[in-house]
Nanobody, 113 residues
């Protein structure tokens, strides 16, 4: 019900924009988050946006990542700039609705040095 796109391979210092599109069965998005998980590590929260479009980030990505949303398209974005090798991970979209949470299947982001 969530489809992520935009991942891939980029050199350190480069940029990528991830998209997370919600299917018709998801009526509306209250809030959304992006998480990531690197091999052998726990899943880490990297960005959040509230219903009022307030955004939050952990210190590790603050100033480099930007989460945004297009309510008409029911799509959430993650703009990632100044990527570092340590940003390499599988990125997951999480959407919060009135009734339940939804998770995407994840998309690979690889940053080469």
């Amino acid at each position: 019900q969530l489809v992520e796109s935009g991942g891939g391979l980029v050199q350190a210092g480069g940029s990528l924009r991830l998209s997370c599109a919600a299917s018709r069965s998801i009526f509306s998005i209250n809030a959304a988050n992006w998480y990531r998980q690197a091999p052998g590590k726990q899943r880490q929260w990297v960005a959040g946006i509230t219903r009022a479009d307030s955004t939050n980030y952990p210190a590790s990505v603050e100033g480099r990542f930007t989460i945004s949303r297009d309510n008409a398209k029911k799509t959430v974005y993650l703009q990632m700039n100044s990527l570092k090798v340590e940003d390499k991970a599988v990125y997951y979209c999480n959407v919060v609705t009135t009734l339940e949470d939804f998770w995407g299947r994840g998309i690979q982001v690889t940053v080469s040095s």
